[in-house]
């Protein structure tokens, strides 16, 4: 239901979008592609559970072979790319944070994060555009105005 998408997720547009699916229902009228996406969902499952029981390894399979299945869902993306950040593949995790964002321009997890690596490796003319782009999607004031801070503090 709502409250497990919230949980994994933790974003409010990407809930919406998956709470949309569990209501109503695949939005293909192809079996083919619904048994696809449903693979797709239990391999991305999987890789929670892995990612939670330190498998990152493992984790990192399943998120890959449910991005294969539904290269739609932004969300294998953005863990993907965690794993690979944690492991110290930058551009591997820039790419996956990029095309996580370009799925869902709103996914404020994934713009924060691919932030805060931009500016990590040095490019902090693009983590200053994300954070602006992150700035433009985050509703919660505390967290705004966080943002804004860091932008500042950056652009300095």
Not at 6 to 20: D, R, W
Not at 68 to 95: C, E, K, V
Not at 138 to 143: A, H, I, K, P, S
Request: aromatic fraction near 6%; include cysteine; glycine fraction near 6%.
């Amino acid at each position: 239901g709502l409250d497990e998408v919230i949980e994994v997720t933790g974003e409010p547009a990407v809930a919406a979008n998956q709470l949309s699916r569990l209501v109503m229902g695949p939005s293909s009228s192809d079996p083919h592609q619904d048994a696809l996406e449903a693979a797709a969902h239990r391999l991305f499952e999987d890789g929670l559970v892995a990612l939670r029981t330190q498998r990152p390894d493992a984790a990192q399979r399943a998120f890959e072979e449910s991005v294969l299945m539904d290269p739609q869902n932004p969300r294998p993306h953005y863990y993907s790319a965690r794993i690979h950040d944690q492991a110290g593949r930058t551009f591997d995790a820039l790419a996956a944070y990029e095309e996580a964002v370009r799925l869902e321009p709103t996914y404020l997890r994934a713009l924060k994060a691919m932030a805060l690596l931009q500016e990590r490796t040095g490019f902090e003319h693009q983590a200053a555009g994300t954070w602006e782009q992150a700035l433009s999607v985050c509703r919660d004031t505390t967290t705004r105005r966080a943002i804004r801070g860091h932008l500042l503090r950056l652009l300095r």
